[in-house]
DNA sequence: GGTTGAACTTAGTATATCGCAA
DNA sequence: TTGCGATATACTAAGTTCAACC
């Protein structure tokens, strides 16, 4: 397990290796002859495994794909739950293999050897009188069989890693349980519009209140509705250390007179009203760097207020709402009636705005680089191309000779005479323009690629903007839905 | 009224697959 | 046909919410 994660960057990590070790040697036990971790060395298995990658690289496409069908049949039983009398897909039946813990961030967890799941570690949920799968596993059984219908999971067992958090085995996200409940989120964030003005004169108004709970909570709500934070709950010591709204530390927040917000985990400063930067200026008078923004705050307070304002209003409530809604507008205001590609590019970029929104970020991939110089080359080389022209043109102006090409070759002289002199112009202006716009174009595919290489749509596409936009705007712009 | 914990949603990453241009 | 980049999917960690409990 160790060595195969030799080329990830947790391989060199402190906590990492000295979690990894500690569960190591208790395998080993007391008197074995591996004591130090330094004197180990990883690369024999290290290569094994590249090796076996590269065997399975070198399959052919035939050998993958019976490969693919022998698993698929063997996984077949194991793929549908029945519920009420309908056969629903089943999100997860696998239960999480043995491997070390990748936690995010500076876990103080990672590298902890998560143990294999026994068939005595899971409870299964059927109904009453159904046939209790069989244990895989001969001789073994399962730790409990329970009859609860009034939840949707069909089996849990507690993470070894964690161990008063759960595991759950449940339906997947194209189950009617999972598009229900995924329609009445939209049906909520849409009941918010219908909210959203009160509310938001509401908090506005509480900027300025004297009482300091209030003001902490029209500012967190302000920060909820237009930085689309999110709620922030407490964590326990063990965990990874990031914080959402209520758990903003002083120092997470810059504010920069009269109206500026810098947040150490976003990239932009943002613009904000001025009464919320003095108000957050107040906040952090008096206190610590480490000492919490709303000390006045817990997400259940939050929540509550939230609940009087609109019922079964949360603080997630407002990025599906602003995330749906911004998308909803893009979609409306720029599309026009060009070609599919055009209306696929707007789709995207508000698609973009949205996950820019909502701060959800990926790493930069590791062939970015290699990309943007690829790029950088084409737009060189189209560059020089473009002075070739220009040279040619004023050649051309000046009616002398184009010369020859580097291979020796005669360039196509495009006016042998003074009086084709407007239309060989012509044919070379026309050629620098298109090369103009070949160019301009790529710089700013060049930009975008730039600026949002840390950014990932497809969490905001799927969690955060409701379907019935995008199909409604696919039927009037006559967009194939899948293209979208 | 605060705390805890169960249940469920959201998020990021590794990997598989797709689709298109060279 | 191939190789690359884009996109989908699987996996699992991290987060939210709500209700039971004290």
Request: charge should be positive; hydrophobic fraction near 35%.
């Amino acid at each position: 397990m160790f060595a195969v994660m030799k080329d990830t960057n947790y391989a060199v990590k402190q906590t990492f290796i000295e979690n990894f070790f500690t569960d190591w040697r208790k395998i080993l036990g007391k008197n074995h002859i591996i004591k130090k971790f330094e004197l180990c060395d990883f690369t024999p298995i290290y290569e094994w495994h590249l090796r076996e990658k590269e065997k399975k690289k070198q399959m052919t496409t035939e050998e993958k794909k019976a490969l693919r069908e022998e698993k698929l049949k063997q996984e077949e039983k194991y793929m549908w739950a029945v519920v009420d009398g309908v056969k629903e897909k089943v999100g997860n039946f696998r239960v999480e293999p043995p491997g070390l813990f990748r936690g995010c961030g500076e876990h103080p967890k990672m590298g902890k050897l998560k143990r294999r799941i026994q068939p005595s570690d899971i409870t299964i949920n059927i109904g009453k009188g159904a046939p209790v799968p069989e244990c895989p596993i001969p001789g073994e059984c399962w730790k409990e069989v329970k009859h609860d219908n009034t939840v949707t999971w069909l089996a849990f067992w507690n993470d070894p890693i964690s161990k008063k958090d759960f595991k759950y085995a449940f339906l997947a996200a194209s189950s009617s349980l999972k598009g229900q409940s995924d329609k009445e989120k939209y049906e909520k964030s849409r009941k918010l519009k219908d909210h959203i003005q009160t509310i938001r004169d509401n908090y506005t108004k509480d900027f300025i209140s004297k009482d300091v709970t209030k003001r902490q909570i029209a500012v967190a709500t302000y920060l909820i509705d237009k930085l689309a934070l999110r709620a922030g709950n407490e964590k326990d010591n063990g965990e990874a250390d990031t914080g959402g709204c209520c758990t903003l530390k002083v120092d997470n927040v810059t504010c920069i007179s009269p109206n500026k917000l810098q947040l150490d985990f976003m990239g932009n400063t943002v613009e904000i009203e001025e009464l919320v930067c003095k108000a957050i200026e107040c906040f952090h008078a008096g206190k610590k760097a480490g000492a919490a923004l709303f000390d006045k705050l817990d997400t259940t307070t939050l929540d509550a207020h939230l609940n009087d304002l609109m019922p079964g209003l949360t603080a997630e409530v407002f990025r599906t709402y602003n995330a749906s809604i911004t998308l909803d507008g893009i979609l409306h205001e720029e599309t026009e009636d060009g070609t599919l590609l055009e209306k696929i590019d707007v789709y995207q970029r508000a698609n973009k705005e949205v996950a820019i929104i909502c701060n959800h970020q990926c790493c930069v991939s590791k062939s970015h680089d290699a990309q943007m110089s690829r790029v950088n080359e084409k737009i060189d080389k189209l560059k020089g191309r473009m002075d070739e022209l220009k040279v040619d043109l004023s050649k051309v102006m000046e009616g002398r000779s184009l010369g020859n090409y580097k291979d020796g070759k005669p360039k196509r002289n495009l006016a042998p005479e003074i009086g084709h002199l407007t239309k060989s112009t012509c044919r070379i202006e026309k050629k620098i323009s298109t090369l103009e716009s070949k160019i301009e174009k790529m710089e700013i595919d060049k930009k975008i690629k730039e600026d949002l290489k840390t950014a990932a749509l497809g969490t905001s596409k799927i969690k955060y903007l409701d379907p019935r936009i995008t199909l409604s705007w696919c039927k009037r712009h006559e967009v194939p839905f899948e293209k979208s």
